[in-house]
T-cell receptor
Framework: GQQVMQIPQYQHVQEGEDFTTYCNSS?????IQWYKQRPGGHPVFLIQ?????EVKKQKRLTFQFGEAKKNSSLHITATQTTDVGTYFC?????????FGTGTSLTVIP | EAQVTQNPRYLITVTGKKLTVTCSQN?????MSWYRQDPGLGLRQIYY???????DKGDVPEGYKVSRKEKRNFPLILESPSPNQTSLYFC??????????????FGPGTRLTVL
């Protein structure tokens, strides 16, 4: 069946270091979304990528959608303690949504 | 304020005792969905609904039922809960797939424990 894997599962960084999470789907996706879930909270939408090879930036966050539309990455430059949380990618296959397994980011002050 | 609400937020129950988790959205969204979140597995879709009276199975529908009698409400029903349904449940809504922005809005979550 459809699977969306993310690596790493956990990442601990010193504040100011960069962070990257990778998302890989077993099938081609029409678009990919990224969500952030703070500890004890609910997922909150960050961005959607639609085009093959698309790159979008939000301040220190850079999102990329692979050429084959099966993989994506989120890169955070110079992490801050406010970046703590779990980051999920998600994409639709037909009318169903598949979420990645998530990457939990801890930022050490 | 645009939001998705869920009730209850926390629930401890016993095996076999039927329960319902309510979900309501005030954004006039057509698409609504239920997910369960378990450590290491991310969010898995249980059921989704494209519109009123239209529901479909997601990835993990066994042991769950849903209904969509009104656009704003999408309750999740566990007819005979079992311990393996202990999880964190999220309801979400969005404009339907195919529109430009498929942002899903999530409720605050319901933490269910089945003893």
């Amino acid at each position: 069946g459809q699977q969306v894997m993310q690596i790493p599962q956990y990442q601990h960084v010193q504040e100011g270091e960069d962070f990257t999470t990778y998302c890989n789907s077993s099938t081609t996706l029409s678009n990919i979304q990224w969500y952030k879930q703070r500890p004890g909270g609910h997922p909150v939408f960050l961005i959607q990528l639609v085009k093959s090879g698309e790159v979008k930036k939000q301040k220190r966050l850079t999102f990329q959608f692979g050429e084959a539309k099966k993989n994506s990455s989120l890169h955070i430059t110079a992490t801050q303690t406010t970046d703590v949380g779990t980051y999920f990618c998600a994409g639709p296959v037909g009318n169903q949504f598949y979420f990645g397994t998530g990457t939990s980011l801890t930022v050490i002050p | 304020e645009a939001q998705v609400t869920q009730n209850p937020r926390y629930l401890i129950t016993v095996t076999g005792k039927k329960l319902t988790v309510t979900c309501s959205q005030n954004m006039n969204h057509e698409y609504m969905s239920w997910y369960r979140q378990d450590p290491g597995l991310g969010l898995r879709q249980i059921y989704y609904s494209m519109n009123v009276e239209v529901t479909d199975k997601g990835d993990v529908p066994e042991g769950y039922k849903v209904s969509r009698k009104e656009k704003r409400n999408f309750p999740l029903i566990l007819e005979s809960p079992s311990p393996n349904q202990t999880s964190l449940y999220f309801c979400a809504s969005m404009n339907p797939a195919g529109t430009e922005n498929n942002e899903q809005f999530f409720g605050p979550g319901t933490r269910l424990t089945v003893l």
